[in-house]
């Protein structure tokens, strides 16, 4: 018999002094990947200390974010993110930093920034890339149409050990992370990958227009189970994820994650595992004949959703 198990981490959960969200692989409870994100002030300074883990500093909804790397002795990088209102509202810059260093980062106005984390040994140099710098593409077709950002992406970025994400918009009534897929290295699937999964929803109003952050009213579904071959306790979670909720993904196939009509869905996904990065994932067999029936069918014309640098 399957179970529901608390992979699922509703908003709120995570929340400790000082941040929205804190998730350490130990809380997870696997080794490779984090999530932090932070609720800034203007003119708050906040310094994060790097200790065996690497990061990219992600705004979410904050502009005109200084973030200064320091490394050993050697005089700390300054950089200046250009940032984002919002997650719907457009694509954003953003910093890596190496592990053994720390991070300050001082806000110019409210908002929210993440850090996206992966266990790591070797240090690599601190970095800025600005939001023409990665592909912005349009995966799938009709309503299996969305974005997807390729920020950490490893052929967009190859400056880190572990760290691995990306961004994924759909828009209302349209299913993501579809066929299910998993990167569990079970059985036939040679690819390891711990991944979360970060929520934002969002709403449209009468005109079709997409508010630029996250609202309260809205809701999506997320399913993750397990694959048959996994020896491991068998999982099949079917949820309602809201605005700010958090799903993990140690094992099994995962998706889809449908956004209600109405109410676009945002979602952060930080990977990291044990190899060497990839994106790589193996489809749910049962499913895998869904990617040839969008051959020929057309995009559904509201993706992308932000703007494209």
């Known amino acids: 018999m399957t179970m ?3 992979w699922h981490l509703p908003a709120g959960s995570l929340a400790k002094a000082g941040s929205l969200i804190t998730l350490t692989p130990a809380d997870a409870g696997w080794r490779y990947s984090g999530l932090q994100v932070f609720s800034f002030v203007a003119g708050e ?3 994060i200390v790097l200790d065996g883990i690497e990061a990219a500093v ?8 200084t973030v200064d790397v320091a490394v050993g002795d050697a005089a700390a990088v300054s950089f200046t993110l250009q940032g984002r209102a919002g997650v719907f509202a457009g694509v954003t ?5 190496p592990t053994g260093s720390i991070v300050t980062i001082t806000a110019s106005t409210d908002g929210e920034v993440a850090l996206a984390t992966a266990k790591a040994e070797e240090a690599f140099p601190p970095a800025y890339l600005a939001a023409d710098s990665y592909p912005v593409t349009v995966r799938g077709a009709g309503t299996s149409t969305r974005q997807v950002n390729l920020q950490g992406h490893p052929d967009s970025f190859a400056g880190a050990q572990r760290l691995v994400w990306c961004e994924v918009l759909t828009p209302g009534g349209n299913w993501s992370s579809y066929p299910p897929h998993r990167h569990d290295g079970i059985g036939d699937c040679p690819w390891e990958n711990e991944e979360i ?15 630029p952050h996250g609202s309260a009213e809205g809701f999506g579904i997320h399913r993750t189970y397990t694959a048959p071959e996994d020896q491991g ?10 605005d ?6 140690p094992r099994g196939y995962h998706g889809p994650s449908i956004a209600a009509p109405g109410y ?8 990291a595992g044990p190899n060497d990065r990839t994106l790589n994932f193996c489809d749910d067999p049962t499913h895998a004949w869904i990617r040839e029936s969008w051959n020929g069918v057309a995009t559904d014309p509201r993706v992308p959703i932000t703007p494209v640098p």
């Open 244 to 249: 700010g909720d958090v799903f993990l993904v």
């Open 45 to 47: 300074t906040r310094s």
């Open 58 to 65: 992600i705004p979410l909804s904050s502009t005109g974010l």
């Open 4 to 6: 529901e198990v608390p």
């Open 233 to 242: 306790m068998p999982v099949d979670a079917t949820v309602e994820v809201r």
């Open 93 to 97: 810059d953003w910093v890596y930093a």
């Open 264 to 271: 676009p869905m945002y979602y952060l996904n930080v990977l």
């Open 197 to 211: 999964y970060y929520f934002r929803i969002g709403k449209e109003d009468l005109q079709g227009v997409v508010s």
